[in-house]
Structure formats: C-alpha cells, structure tokens
C-alpha cells in the first residue's frame, strides 16, 4: 500500500511538473505576443505622429502632389504594419504561426546548405588535384633522388678502381718526371754525357 501511494504522489508530481512547465511556456509567449503588438503600436503611433496636416490634406487632395516614391514609400510601410498586425491577430496558434515560419526559414537554409554543399564538393576536388600533384612531385624527386644516386655510386665504383689499381702498381703512381731518384739519374746522365763528347 506504501509504494501504491508512493507511485501515486510521484505521479502527480510529474504531472504538476509538467503542468507548471507548460503554464511558463504559455506564459512566456503570451508575454512575447503582447511585446510584439505594443512594438507594433508604438511603430504605428511614431508614424502617425510624423504624419502632419500637409500629409492628411494631400490624401485628401487638397494640397500640392507630392512624389509617386513617398507615396509609394507610405504604401509599403501600411502594408508592412497590416501583415504585422495580421499574423499577431491571426487565427492560427502561435505554434502553427511559428512552424510555419521555421519552415519558410528551412527552406531558405536547405537553400543555403546546397550552395555549401557544392562549395564543399568542389574544394574535396581541388584537394584531390592538390594531392595528385603532390604525389606526382614526390614521385619526380624520387626518381631525381635515384638518379643522383646513382651518378654517385658509379663515380665512387670508379674513384674505387681507380685507387685499387693504382695501389696494385706502386709505380703507377709516381710519374718519370716527378720521381726525384730519375731526375738525379737523368742529371748525372747528362753530366756524364757531357764530359764524355
């Protein structure tokens, strides 16, 4: 019986939870429509305070023409007060008044997304071109990285050869005209050679 009446009481504090909530909801966009219509009457009464006699007797046709744009002008600003004043008193709830509206904007952001959308598609294609290419240059250095190799390692093979060989053949590596020991036999050859004739 204790948790019959348990359940009970939670029961109803959930339902006055609930209850409370949307009584501020209500509340709070009672309180925004109210907002919105003193907005719009004070923009109606700034107006016709700025209206003066000269306004009133040119309706009337009693004074001098004034141009088609302020006409204009004052037409468009009565027709922006009426639509404002006929969405505040329609006879559709706030709610549907709202989802209609956020439906309007969606469609005017699913707009929007597209443009981004293909915005983004073109960039993913530039970043691939970018890639591309940077795989094409990689590939270029490495075949230029290969090749300066491979001058090097034939250029070391014969340096190499080169050494080996020489030290192969001591004598190889000492030419006639800058041994010493053949230059002093060279001189006393001639010296000899002179004495001789």
């Not at 073109?122 to 270029?140: F, H, I, L, S």
């Not at 230059?183 to 004739?197: F, I, V, Y």
């Amino acid at each position: 019986m204790a948790t019959m009446l348990g359940d009970t009481m939670a029961t109803a504090k959930n339902l006055l939870g609930t209850a409370k909530e949307g009584t501020e909801h209500a509340a709070g966009a009672a309180r925004s429509t109210v907002m919105d219509g003193v907005h719009a009457i004070t923009n109606v009464a700034a107006m016709l305070r700025s209206l003066g006699a000269d306004d009133a007797l040119g309706w009337v046709g009693l004074s001098r023409r004034r141009s088609p744009l302020v006409s204009m002008a004052i037409f468009g600003a009565g027709f922006a007060a009426g639509a404002g004043a006929g969405l505040l008193l329609a006879p559709a709830s706030g709610a549907d008044l709202r989802r209609n509206l956020m439906k309007s904007l969606m469609g005017l952001w699913g707009k929007v997304e597209d443009v981004a959308d293909k915005a983004e598609t073109k960039v993913e294609k530039v970043e691939d071109q970018a890639e591309e290419m940077a795989g094409k240059a990689k590939d270029a250095v490495k075949k230029a990285e290969r090749k300066v190799e491979d001058t090097v390692k034939t250029g070391a093979a014969s340096v190499v050869s080169a050494v080996k060989d020489t030290l192969h053949d001591p004598k190889s590596m000492v030419s006639p005209a800058s041994d010493p020991a053949h230059e002093t036999a060279k001189a006393a050859r001639s010296t000899t050679g002179h004495r001789a004739s």
